[in-house]
């Protein structure tokens, strides 16, 4: 299919309106629109709802990556100009070399060295990798522990870029920016299918004996990037580390065995589950790296459901929606969205599509 395919009527007005720039109070109070493949019926809901639709001994697959606080704003030697600098992925643990981005790009150089804080934290600039990114090590040799608490004190909720046009990050937004099941750290992003997950729902799914299984991949701004090509085969995702334990392949394989629902808990869990599937078609334990791009037509192995947000035109989240759903249905489901007034992208409500 084309990129062109895959916009639909969401105009700066409807942006305006219907992009969701703070949560709801109650997180499973969310809005949940349920669309059904099999007769193309569409209902609306909210999300607490959503245990109706499973039964016992079916499976949700949940990403547990954990958001650190990546977005740093240092100042450099010499100037004192300000600088933002975006952590992207660790490099080197042993030498503290972080992949970043870094804003504004052109006053930045090799060699220049940056200063965090009060100065307690100083990292210095090793190599360009593209127009903003650059390869920084950090001048710190306390342990791996007290390094990371300094980033989660001197850091920013990384909220997406939109945020930063309309709004402030606010102090609600460390913890509103995590799923409450967010155990491993290393994303730059949330899961934000899971945001809608309270302890009391997850308590409702365990008494009525589904399964919540996690999976971890860690999220970077790939999965946000624009495409930028009209034949969608073309396009190169950013690898995500992921990891699949050995027990949540277990439940899923025996939840698929005995033909129950497996649910994934958004695009990225799908993701992973699509990236390790079997010879046999069964989910295996992996641990690696992925750039699996999913769009349309496409055969899923693993899940026959799918808890995911409303996203963005031409987004690649758009299109793995689509190809789950179908591309006729899921358009026609989005073109619904806007009319209804549903909450859209980070922090907006969700679609079941079973």
């Given at each position: 299919?084309?990129?062109?395919?895959?916009?639909?009527?969401?105009?700066?007005?409807?942006?305006?309106?219907?992009?969701?720039?703070?949560?709801?109070?109650?997180?499973?109070?969310?809005?949940?629109?349920v669309i059904?493949?099999?007769?193309?019926?569409?209902?609306?809901?909210?999300?607490?709802?959503?245990?109706d639709y499973f039964e016992e001994g079916d499976v949700f697959v949940v990403n547990d990556t954990k958001v650190f606080p990546a977005r740093l704003y240092g100042n450099k030697e010499k100037t004192g100009a300000k600088i933002e600098v975006f952590l992207l992925r660790e490099l080197n643990p042993e030498m503290n070399l972080w992949d970043v981005l870094v804003d504004p790009a052109r006053k930045i150089r090799v060699g220049n060295k940056l200063y965090f804080g009060e100065g307690e934290l100083v990292a210095e600039v090793i190599d360009n990798t593209t127009s903003r990114g650059r390869t920084i090590r950090f001048l710190y040799e306390g342990d791996r522990e007290a390094f990371y608490e300094m980033i989660n004190t001197l850091g920013e909720t990384p909220l997406p870029d939109h945020f930063k046009e309309r709004r402030k990050v606010e102090p609600q937004d460390?913890?509103?920016?995590?799923?409450?099941?967010?155990?491993?750290?290393?994303?730059?992003?949330?899961?934000?299918?899971?945001?809608?997950?309270?302890?009391?729902?997850?308590?409702?799914?365990?008494?009525?004996?589904?399964?919540?299984s996690p999976i971890t991949l860690h999220i970077g701004l790939g999965t946000f990037r624009d495409v930028e090509v009209e034949d969608l085969t073309k396009h190169k995702m950013d690898s995500e580390n992921y990891r699949i334990t050995e027990e949540?392949?277990?439940?899923?394989?025996?939840?698929?065995?005995?033909?129950?629902?497996?649910?994934?808990?958004?695009?990225t869990s799908m993701r992973a589950l699509e990236s390790?599937?079997?010879?046999?078609?069964?989910?295996?334990?992996?641990?690696?790296w992925t750039d699996k791009f999913i769009f349309p037509p496409y055969e899923f192995k693993i899940c026959n459901a799918l808890v995911t947000n409303f996203h963005l035109p031409q987004s690649t989240l758009l299109m793995m929606a689509a190809a789950f759903g179908g591309y006729d249905l899921i358009m026609k489901a989005y073109e619904i969205a806007v009319k209804e007034k549903y909450r859209f992208f980070t922090y907006g409500d969700a679609m079941l599509i079973i």
């Open positions: 299919m084309k990129h062109s395919e895959f916009k639909y009527k969401f105009d700066e007005k409807d942006r305006e309106k219907l992009i969701a720039l703070h949560p709801e109070e109650n997180r499973d109070d969310s809005r949940l629109m059904h493949r099999d007769t193309g019926d569409i209902e609306h809901k909210v999300f607490k709802d959503i245990v460390r913890e509103r920016f995590q799923t409450i099941y967010a155990e491993n750290v290393g994303a730059v992003a949330a899961p934000t299918a899971g945001l809608h997950f309270t302890k009391q729902l997850l308590k409702r799914l365990e008494i009525k004996g589904i399964d919540v949540t392949a277990n439940f899923v394989n025996r939840a698929l065995d005995n033909k129950q629902r497996v649910c994934s808990i958004g695009t390790s599937v079997s010879a046999s078609g069964r989910l295996k334990a992996n641990e690696g």
